[in-house]
Nanobody, 124 residues
Framework: QVQLVESGGGLVQAGDSLRLSCAAS????????VGWFRQAPGKEREWVSA????????FYSNSVKGRFTISRDNAKNTVYLQMNLLKPEDTAVYYC?????????????????WGQGTQVTVSS
């Protein structure tokens, strides 16, 4: 089973961009579906984006559609979340997750493996 490590979080100003990385080790996750979730203080974990690479499909929540892009680099066994036009309400810990069955779900319980999270803070 793969292990996931997120990186790339930080403190930015509203309107800035960040690219989060989700690196897999312990095996290739090219056939997995990958999702990004986030959790703000005092709030439940929220789905952000997901991708089924074998079908070439990507999905985004309404709150990030048009601003965030999920992508991957197979050679680096890494998935990215490019976040543009960041807003203070994007502040959260961001998690990547992998689904062995290839289901690009918006529900957390369908994911088998999770990273430890990376903090994103957007100041106004």
């Amino acid at each position: 089973q793969v292990q996931l490590v997120e990186s790339g979080g930080g403190l930015v100003q509203a309107g800035d961009s960040l690219r989060l990385s989700c690196a897999a080790s312990g095996g290739s996750f090219n056939t997995y579906a990958v999702g990004w979730f986030r959790q703000a203080p005092g709030k439940e974990r929220e789905w952000v984006s997901a991708a089924n690479w074998s079908r070439g499909t990507t999905f985004y929540s309404n709150s990030v559609k048009g601003r965030f892009t999920i992508s991957r680099d197979n050679a680096k066994n890494t998935v990215y979340l490019q976040m543009n036009l960041l807003k203070p309400e994007d502040t959260a810990v961001y998690y990547c997750a992998a689904n062995r069955a290839g289901l690009a779900a918006s529900v957390a319980r369908y994911y088998d493996t999770w990273g430890q999270g990376t903090q994103v803070t957007v100041s106004s």
